[in-house]
């Protein structure tokens, strides 16, 4: 009744001093904010009261339970913290949050500071959920040796103005203030937002600036503000903005590398991104607008040097100017138009491309592309209105051009260029633009000029002037005929023009300056009054040629050069004139009468069939060149001898420069002795179906070889090279010179062999070439290593004969075609021995593998790379000498063990992760292989450390893993992660494993077949699932020899039942029992000497009876923990765990104590509470009294006995609610045996029963 009568009046005094607003100060008698009697006026401070912690109440001050006050003030020397316990809530009201000592912890509720926050010192742990703040903020304790962390979201609300008092760099960033109150940063001062920055209300006011690191959102209630706008940091900002005309100031994109990016996108369509005057400025990094339909209507928009803007894939219009000062414009497949009653000026520092390009400027205004500049137009360029100006500037078109019916030419040099074909759609009688060039990529590209008019109709004769640098100017839609009125049309080389398959009325000049004309089977008649010169550098082509001028009017042909008349050519009147001209009429390879050819070669020319038979042993002429008119039309070389013997190998050459050389009637075989055979861009050279015996150099500049499924042989006394555009393709090829003579190959090129490639004996030679072979590949007992690298590819299976000889390549690459295709490496005898520590072996694409190899591989490979290919290994042991890189792409083990061995540093570089069947490093002693960080590894059987050393990186342990007594060591984590029991075997090898151990196993246990001691590393042993159990606990247990040697823990991962303790420092072991994990520990410990400590799952009083001592009210009736001491009386204090969900709830921390049995009075005696982390609770005294403790009460709170535990049956999670989560546990351990958190039942298994025991109280609340 006494009790009773003492607490009624408690409360209502309490209840009367909380009724009044005061300043409310710390004076604790323990750490308990809700206890009245720790503040000075007596009562748990109000809504309307200030907090004052000073140094005269230094106790940590920890919030029970939610609690709303006027204010907060943390200061006066303040050393304690101040935290708030989870679930609880804090709310500070407009007298707002002062400190400048001590701590503050507001773990991970909502924090609401209706007024200001000032942190000038001490340390500040924000909420890992949302500190809500209305006022002013200011975060700056480091001047004072303060601190700040935060964990979760700042969110500036509220109807209020909130400034900014200092820096602050925050995670999360929240704006939403109603009403027009806005948040201002002031010069000089910045907000930074390093996850997420959003705007629900209000704005952001300069002229300080906002700097936002990761994603932002701007909502429709988005205000416009005046704060700079700058995009930092690495990660990727992906950014909403669902307001139009988006106006903050300028925008800044400034990341941290060249690639990070800035990804813009609104859910408004259409979308306005800015408004005038603003800017966009990106100065480092990448600025993505992810919008189908957007207007950029900002005064300028400006890409620095190291700055990308990525453009929409749908229509981007801009108004204004565009400023690109060398940065990257990405136009993602999309459209821009300059459009608007406005001139914009277009600077891009050089060059820049456009998708689709449009130019649509009202009533007489224009776009102006700065001096010097290009803007290169991909696919199309349309002129609707306004003119396109620049005079020392290019418009370069990709693909398409059409100038419709009111545009307007402007000043700007216009080129077509690209490898795709291009229409030139002229629906303006002369407006052509004065200047025009045709300067494609390839020869072969096309610009087809055509209208939709009733027939084309181009230029004004007196200024246009048309250039065919390179492609072919080509006719599409011309109606009935052409009228080319151009000046002059000059045909460059590289360049073709391809006449239309009509009539043509040609009456001005044409100037073929390397280039090409094709016919087309048209009609090309010269007329006009006035005088015309050809002026031809190579020969050209006519089909039907007709003179037509008037009498005394002529066509000049310059000096030197050659028409050629396929078909016919006619003079009704007028002059061809040319001194020293050619004019040359082709049929079946024969030359006419009019045919001049200069002494110092032969041509073969035309469309029909030549035929060059030679007789002789090897002189024919210093040069022979091969001028087709078609790429198809063929010269054959022939013989009436047995055999072919063509060309000297020291003065003569033959050149293909445009159709094929052949050969028929050529005899057995061929020898081809020229000096130089040279292939050009569209010439081809058909090899014979036989043996070719090559002694001299081949060229191919563009042209092709076609090996017609023959064998083609280097040999002879001399040194020979192949100089080719980009690849030879032989059937087979064979190196076959005397020894110290070789075949060099061109930077750059390659020899493509797709049957079978020999190496008897000589060099190939080309350090930047390839050697590509699709079938075979045979190393000789000869072969000499050159410095060309082999590339194998294409499609099917490859067989790598090697006879075992060290040396192979220099680097060999797996390229196959599919990712099923194999190369298989054998030998011809023996174990296969591969590689040189100097070479590299690179698997790209497909599958290496091996067959044929003997016992064992002995890959001597220096770096083995895979990087997107397939390594598969051998069925059996494969030795690994040096260096190994996963970068992409997968390893298959085959059931197979890698071992690395070898007196060197291997290092492995796993990007991806490879499984390994079984793993063994046996480096000698003193040699190590690294893992390079973050790789890891998995290992599906047998991981085996025997010799050598293992740093760095993860290796994933799927099985058992033996540690051998010759083991030198490492920093490797070691992560066991199996399905199923593994166990951990340290026997002789000093019970050490020097690295991280962890325990992350969805299901079984890591068994323990020796001793492990635990003293190389801080928290070294991490429990994250899965148990640590001992094959045998009376021999083989865990021996933590520095403090704090493990991390993690929890009901489903521990030590099983025991661990010891070794030194003065001592220190807790994470030791569990039954799916309950109950760590405990010792401190102030007098000797050096082991304590095993062992968790009892129990109530003691069966061992040790329940009578407590005095200052005892009662003990734990759950659990109890037994420390066996070494002897001699040592002493030390004792740290046991507590945890509700083992024994019930603790309501009041402050009666706990440890107790200890004593044996002598049988009887539980206190010692103490010296500290209580909310975890762990410390004795305060020592004892030289073993092994029995346990936690006791010293008065009727914390029952401890079970009856009121949080928790229940099914309840793995410890919600309090039997639900899907726990379900889904017991799901993932089903199968398990031995000691399992999910059997229910007991019976050593997670069975059936215990499924339909979980099923029997689904549902229930705890």
């Known amino acids: 009744m006494n009790r009773i009568i003492f607490a009624l009046l408690t409360t209502l005094l309490i209840f009367s001093i909380d009724s009044l607003a005061v300043d409310k100060y710390w004076r604790p008698i323990n750490t308990n904010f809700n206890n009245a009697f720790n503040w000075d006026p007596v009562g748990v401070p109000g809504p309307g009261d200030k907090v004052i912690l000073d140094h005269w109440g230094n106790m940590d001050c920890i919030v029970h339970t939610t609690v709303s006050v006027g204010g907060w003030l943390q200061y006066d020397n303040y050393t304690s913290i101040a935290s708030i316990l989870p679930g609880q809530v804090l709310t500070v009201g407009s007298q707002g949050f002062w400190m400048d000592s001590g701590g503050f912890y507001a773990n991970e509720q909502d924090l609401y500071i209706n007024g200001s926050l000032n942190v000038h010192g001490g340390g500040f742990l924000a909420s890992s959920a949302t500190t809500h703040v209305q006022g002013n903020i200011e975060i700056n304790p480091w001047p004072l040796g303060g601190w700040f962390t935060d964990a979760g979201t700042f969110s500036l609300d509220g109807y209020n103005y909130t400034y900014l008092e200092s820096n602050l760099y925050l995670n999360n960033v929240v704006i939403n203030k109603p009403g027009g109150y806005i948040v201002g940063i002031p010069d000089g001062l910045n907000l930074t937002a390093v996850n997420n920055f959003t705007v629900y209300d209000g704005s952001v006011n300069g002229p300080g600036e906002l700097r936002i690191f990761g994603d932002a959102y701007f909502g429709p209630g988005t205000d416009n503000g005046s704060a700079h ?53 990106i100065e480092h990094g990448r600025f993505i607008v992810d919008h189908p339909n957007i207007t950029f209507n900002q005064a300028m928009t400006k890409i620095d040097p190291t700055g990308l803007l990525a453009a929409t894939s749908g229509t981007m219009y801009i108004n204004y100017d565009w400023w690109n000062n060398g940065g990257t414009f990405n136009h993602n497949f999309g459209t821009c138009i300059f459009t608007a009653y406005s001139y914009s000026t277009i600077n891009v520092d050089g060059t820049q491309d456009w998708w689709n390009l449009g130019i649509n400027k009202f009533s007489g205004y224009s776009v102006t592309v700065a001096d010097g500049d ?13 003119f396109l100006h620049g005079a020392n500037s290019w418009l370069s078109i990709q693909k398409d051009m059409i100038m419709h019916p009111g545009a307007d030419e402007g000043s700007i040099r216009v080129r077509f260029v690209g490898g795709e074909t291009n229409r030139y759609i002229l629906n303006q009688a002369t407006h052509l633009f004065n200047h025009v060039e045709i300067n494609k990529d390839s020869p072969l590209d096309t610009v087809f000029f055509q209208t939709d008019n009733t027939h084309l109709a181009t230029g004004d004769g007196a200024s246009d002037h048309v250039y065919v640098n390179t492609g072919h100017l080509a006719f599409g839609e011309c109606g009935t005929h052409i009228d080319w009125n151009i000046k002059q049309l000059d045909v460059n080389s590289g360049g073709t023009l391809l006449a239309w398959p009509g009539d043509t009325y040609f009456s001005h000049d044409l100037l073929v300056n390397g280039g090409t004309f094709q016919h087309n089977n048209s009609r090309f008649i010269c007329d006009a009054y006035n005088y015309a010169t050809f ?29 050629i008349i396929d078909n016919r050519y006619h003079s009704n009147y007028g002059y061809l004139n040319g001194t020293n001209s050619r004019l040359m009429a082709l049929d079946t390879a024969s030359f006419a009468s009019t045919h001049q050819r200069g002494s110092i070669h032969l041509e073969f020319a035309g469309s029909a069939t030549g035929n060059c038979i030679y007789n002789g042993s090897d002189q024919l002429f210093a040069d022979v060149l091969i001028n087709k008119s078609n790429p198809g039309d063929r010269v054959y070389f022939e013989t009436d001898n047995s055999q072919l013997v063509i060309g000297h190998t020291g003065i003569e050459t033959c050149t293909v420069r445009r159709g094929t050389a052949a050969f028929q009637n050529q005899g057995s075989y061929v020898d081809w002795n020229w000096i130089n055979t040279i292939v050009e861009p569209e010439g081809t050279f058909e090899a014979f179906s036989g043996d070719t015996y090559c002694q001299g150099n081949f060229n191919e500049t563009g042209g092709e070889f076609l090996h017609n499924g023959g064998s083609w042989i280097w040999d002879n006394y001399t040194y020979s090279g192949v100089n080719v555009t980009h690849e030879m393709v032989y059937h087979d090829m064979e190196i076959l010179k005397p020894s110290g003579y070789s075949l060099s190959v061109s930077t750059g090129d390659s020899l493509h062999i797709l049957n079978k490639f020999t190496s008897h004996y000589g060099y190939l030679n080309g350090a930047d070439a390839f050697l590509l072979v699709e079938d075979t590949v045979v190393l000789g007992g000869s072969h000499q290593r050159g410095s060309a690298p082999l590339e194998i590819m294409g499609a099917g299976t490859t067989h790598f004969i090697h006879s075992n000889t060290s040396p192979t390549f220099y680097s060999i690459i797996i390229n196959k075609a599919n990712a099923s295709d194999e190369v298989l490496i054998e030998t011809t005898s023996g174990n296969l021995n591969f590689g040189q520590n100097d070479e590299l072996l690179s698997i790209v694409s497909g599958l290496l593998g091996y067959q044929n190899y003997g016992d064992q591989v002995n890959m001597g490979t220096g770096t083995i790379r895979v990087d997107g290919g397939t390594w598969r290994g051998p069925y059996a042991l494969m030795t690994l000498n040096h260096n190994v890189q996963f970068l992409s792409g997968n390893y298959e083990h085959n059931n197979g063990r890698v071992q690395f061995i070898n007196y060197s540093y291997g290092t492995m570089q796993a990007d991806f992760t490879p499984v390994f069947y079984q793993f063994q490093v046996a480096k000698p002693a003193g040699y190590t292989l690294t893992i390079t960080n973050p790789g890891e590894i998995s290992v599906e059987d047998t991981t085996f450390f025997t010799l050598g050393y293992c740093h760095e990186g993860s290796i994933n342990a799927l099985g058992d893993v033996v540690v051998s007594p010759s083991w030198n060591g490492g920093s490797s984590k070691l992560a066991f992660m199996g399905m199923t029991d593994q166990s951990f075997d340290l026997t002789g090898a000093a019970d050490r494993y020097e690295g991280i151990v962890e325990i992350n196993k969805p299901m079984g246990n890591v068994v323990l077949q020796s001793d492990f001691a635990i003293e190389d590393n801080f928290e070294q042993l991490h429990l994250v699932n899965g148990l640590l159990t001992s094959a045998d606990p009376s021999q083989f247990q865990v021996m933590f020899k520095v403090f704090d040697g493990w991390s993690g823990g929890n009901e489903n991962s521990y030590i099983q039942g025991s661990a010891y303790i070794e030194g003065y420092s001592g220190g807790t072991v994470p030791i569990g029992l039954n799916g309950k994990f109950a760590p405990a520990g010792i401190s102030n410990v007098s000797t050096y000497l082991p304590f095993l400590v062992t968790y009892y799952d129990e109530d003691p009083v069966g061992a040790y009876g329940d009578t407590p001592g005095t200052g005892i009210d009662h003990i734990s009736s759950c659990e109890y923990w037994t420390i066996d001491a070494p ?136």
């Open 1127 to 1262: 002897a001699g009386g040592v002493s030390a204090r004792v740290l046991l765990s507590y945890d509700t969900d083992r024994c019930g709830p603790v309501d009041n921390a402050a009666s706990l104590v440890v107790a200890n049995f004593h044996s002598g009075t049988s009887t539980w005696d206190t010692m103490g509470q010296s500290a209580d982390d909310g975890f762990f609770l410390t004795s305060s005294s020592t004892t030289n009294n073993w092994p029995a403790f346990t936690l006791a009460s010293t008065n009727a709170d914390n029952p401890m006995d079970g009856s009121t535990a949080v928790g229940c049956t099914g309840d793995f999670n410890g919600d309090n609610v039997v639900d899907t989560s726990d379900l889904l546990q017991m799901l993932g351990g089903f199968g398990c045996t031995g000691s399992c958190p999910h059997d229910l039942n007991n019976d050593g298994e997670v069975n059936t029963g215990d499924l339909l025991l979980f099923l029997g109280v689904f549902g229930t609340t705890c």
């Open 374 to 386: 290009e803007i290169q137009v991909l696919n199309q360029m349309d002129c609707y209105d306004g």
């Open 229 to 281: 706008l700058r995009f930092q940091s690495s990660a990727t900002n992906h950014v909403t903005i669902d307001k139009n005309s988006f106006n903050w100031g300028n925008v800044i994109v400034n990341k941290s590398n060249l690639q990070d990016s800035v990804i813009v996108t609104s859910s408004l369509n259409p979308f306005t991104l800015m408004a005038t005057p603003d800017s966009l400025h």
């Open 535 to 563: 002026d031809i550098d190579q020969s050209i082509h006519f089909y039907n040629l007709v003179m037509q001028k008037p009498s005394g009017y002529s066509v000049t042909v310059a000096d030197g050069d050659t028409l």
